[in-house]
Nanobody, 119 residues
């Protein structure tokens, strides 16, 4: 099972930016589709973005309406890492952010990283 580690969370003021990283231990990480989710206190886990397996390209991306135009997902195949660049952050973006890897019957969640947007 692929092991995922998220990093890059923290506290930022409204309008600020953060870049989250999801790094995997598996050399075959690029064969996995990767999704970013978040969960705020008292709310259900929400899918934000996903990127397909690389298939020789950088992958196909998709975004939820709540983050489209502000968040960008990307993959660095050499580093076995998927990023979530988050710009123009809002207080309602405060949550624990998780990455998720999927390849056929195999899936894995990371442990999560806290993002707090507050003045």
């Amino acid at each position: 099972q692929v092991q995922l580690v998220e990093s890059g969370g923290g506290r930022v003021q409204p309008g600020g930016s953060l870049r989250l990283s999801c790094t995997a231990s598996e050399f075959s990480f690029n064969n996995y589709a990767i999704g970013w989710f978040r969960q705020a206190p008292g709310k259900e886990r929400e899918q934000l973005s996903c990127i397909s397996s690389s298939d020789g390209s950088n992958g196909i991306t998709d975004y939820a309406g709540t983050v489209k135009g502000r968040f960008t997902i990307s993959r660095d195949k050499a580093k076995n890492t998927v990023y979530l660049q988050m710009n123009d952050l809002k207080p309602e973006d405060t949550a624990v952010y998780y990455c998720y890897a999927l390849a056929g019957p195999e899936s894995s969640w990371g442990q999560g990283t806290q993002v707090t947007v507050s003045s």
